[in-house]
T-cell receptor
Framework: DTGVSQDPRHKITKRGQNVTFRCDPISEHNRLYWYRQTLGQGPEFLTYFQNEAQLEKSRLLSDRFSAERPKGSFSTLEIQRTEQGDSAMYLC???????????FGEGSWLTVV | KNEVEQSPQNLTAQEGEFITINCSYSVGISALHWLQQHPGGGIVSLFMLSSGKKKHGRLIATINIQEKHSSLHITASHPRDSAVYICAARANFGNEKLTFGTGTRLTIIP
């Protein structure tokens, strides 16, 4: 396994459109995390899964955001009715269990125009 | 005041210099991560520590739980060390989210 992969790496969309990002974690990692990072800032927590269960959601995750991990493997993050303020890099990370090293993907850059 | 603060925000040094980046946090933690982020976004985990000191190659990370402070040191710095270094705190057990500092942009000049 080559690591956490994210797709697409870059997405430009018009305001009001829906976008979906996919994350494939390292095989057998049961924990998967989504973070958002804007320029000049550190990443901010959005949500995390243990297997297919979404265990925590940040208040940053408005009703327009939804994340799933249907089979406990890959995850999707969908943003509906995008706004310019959604422009950021969306980072996915995974780990085997709590307290273990966390591995990050390369991130998916979103630009809303 | 952010829960995790780093200093300095920017650091420029000559190749070969000893580098220290500091991280202070205000909440109880179960672990602290040091991460490296290169232009383009990719983040690499350097260390995860909950006490004491860890060393990997030219990198050394220390943490003082009582003082809520951690440092990342780079010995014999090299231009390829140029990156943003981020510390991230994981709250006490039962809370999985990481709280990140804003990062330290390190530039090593040949």
């Amino acid at each position: 396994d080559t690591g956490v992969s994210q797709d697409p790496r870059h997405k430009i969309t018009k305001r009001g459109q829906n976008v979906t990002f996919r994350c494939d974690p390292i095989s057998e990692h049961n924990r998967l995390y989504w973070y958002r990072q804007t320029l000049g800032q550190g990443p901010e927590f959005l949500t995390y899964f243990q297997n297919e269960a979404q265990l925590e959601k940040s208040r940053l995750l408005s009703d327009r955001f939804s994340a799933e991990r249907p089979k406990g493997s890959f995850s999707t993050l969908e943003i509906q009715r995008t706004e310019q303020g959604d422009s950021a890099m969306y980072l996915c990370a995974s780990s085997f269990t709590s307290g273990n090293t966390i591995y990050f993907g390369e991130g998916s850059w979103l630009t809303v125009v | 005041k952010n829960e995790v603060e780093q200093s300095p925000q920017n650091l420029t040094a000559q190749e070969g210099e000893f580098i220290t980046i500091n991280c202070s946090y205000s909440v109880g933690i179960s672990a602290l991560h040091w991460l490296q982020q290169h232009p383009g976004g990719g983040i690499v985990s350097l260390f995860m520590l909950s006490s004491g000191k860890k060393k990997h190659g030219r990198l050394i990370a220390t943490i003082n739980i009582q003082e809520k402070h951690s440092s990342l040191h780079i010995t014999a710095s090299h231009p390829r060390d140029s990156a943003v270094y981020i510390c991230a705190a994981r709250a006490n057990f039962g809370n999985e989210k990481l709280t990140f500092g804003t990062g330290t942009r390190l530039t090593i000049i040949p």
